[in-house]
């Protein structure tokens, strides 16, 4: 065994060390510093010391390396505004307009010549956010998105608007045509129940003191003419005997307007038809289809002469809406004339619209002797 007072001896295992105590106090409870032996002392440092440390660290590591962080941070700001400006603003910006909604408010489409319309319109623009936007002036094109290529059919011009969450847009021109693409829209607007208006421009807007530029590119739906479904003629009356431009029947025609659009159509002349069979022409003179049901005054001129030779024929056509009290007439549109002057759009259109109307037998005679009447007294 090594001898307790050897150097070495204290590093042994199971060797001998003396008393051990965790009391500073001796055996009799009293201090007695001699009797005790601390095995280790352990140097500790407060919270305090250790951030005020932490602290100076971090002020010598700055001093020494400030200029590296400087350097950093600009190179990161050249990389990152340029992105933020030019990248960020301007897709945050064009999601704002793709979540907008557009609709139209109402519409009028005048004085129709071959090449041109007096176009006034109104919409409502509501974006997704309540941040105001300010738009300058800009283009938009009005076209048909089923079709390839270039498909507009006319282009307006918009004044600068600000917009608080919403805002109304206006139109008022005398609006150029495309006519082989406006032909396409009327066509479908007066045979679909549901035809598109698709709208699309180049915008500069402000968003603050933030500018982006974005494309404003919607479908507008709306309600559109569905072949005038719901044609009716009223007080049909015929004219005995004929007068001197040879009208011998009068009646008012009605074409549901379903649309928030007026249109200006003009003279239009049709073909009155019993299936293939010709009977005569109607006129409605200066045509303009306001939004809803309203009835026309029309003119027409029936065949006697023809009516009579082929009642036969007539009667096999109409023989069980005979029964029920009225004679089913078609109209096919011959020619639409505005101040005199073919509109070839509309007249195409109606050249391939079929109206089918029920007309009433026992009115038409009731009217037609309460009219003979009249002149009778009127002579």
């Known amino acids: 065994m090594h001898d307790l007072q050897e150097k070495s001896a204290k590093y042994a295992l199971g060797t001998y060390r003396g008393p051990f105590s965790l009391s500073p106090k001796g055996g009799n409870g009293n201090h007695d510093p001699a009797t005790v032996d601390y ?46 400006f030019l990248i960020c603003i301007p897709a945050i910006a064009q999601l704002f307009v793709n979540k907008s909604s557009l609709n139209l408010v109402e519409a009028h489409v005048m004085q129709p010549r071959p090449n041109s319309i007096q176009l ?30 270039n498909s507009t059919w006319a282009t307006v011009y918009l004044p600068n608007t600000d917009i608080k969450k919403t805002a109304t847009i206006e139109v008022h021109q005398r609006t150029e045509l495309n006519p082989e693409q406006w032909m396409y829209y009327v066509h479908q607007a007066i045979f679909l129940a549901h035809a598109p208006l698709s709208v699309k421009g180049s915008i500069h807007a402000s968003i603050g003191k933030l500018k982006a530029a974005v494309t404003l590119d919607k479908d507008i739906e709306q309600n559109t003419m569905n072949g005038f479904s719901g044609l009716s003629i009223s007080d049909a009356t015929l004219i005995l005997p004929p007068r001197s431009d040879g009208t011998n029947l009068v ?31 109607g006129t409605i003179d200066n045509l303009v289809l306001e939004p809803g049901n309203h ?35 078609t109209a096919v549109g011959k020619s639409v004339t505005y101040a005199g002057v073919e509109v070839p759009y509309y007249t195409q259109a109606l050249q391939n619209l079929t109206l089918t109307a029920q007309l009433p037998l026992a009115e038409v005679l009731i009217n037609t002797l309460q009219n003979s009447l009249d002149n009778d007294k009127s002579g």
Not at 42 to 68: M, Q, V
Not at 299 to 321: C, P, R, V, Y
């Open 39 to 84: 095995v280790e002392s352990i140097d500790t440092k407060s919270l305090k010391d250790d951030r005020r440390a932490k602290c100076f660290g971090f002020r010598r590591h700055w001093r020494r390396f400030w200029c590296c962080y400087l350097l950093g941070n600009i190179i990161f700001l050249a990389i990152f505004l340029p992105i933020f």
């Open 120 to 149: 006034s319109m109104k919409a409502s623009l509501k974006l997704p956010t309540s941040i105001p936007v300010q738009t300058n002036p800009f283009s938009l094109s009005l076209f048909n998105r089923a079709l390839p290529g």
């Open 251 to 281: 009646a008012n025609i009605t074409l549901p307007n379903p649309s928030v659009m007026t249109l200006e159509i003009g003279t239009v002349v049709f073909d009155l038809k019993s299936e293939d069979l010709v009977l005569g022409n």
């Open 295 to 329: 009835a026309n005054p029309m003119t027409g001129t029936l065949d006697m002469q023809k009516l009579i030779s082929n009642f036969g024929l007539l009667l096999e056509q109409q023989a069980q809406n005979l029964m029920n009290g009225y004679l089913n007439l």
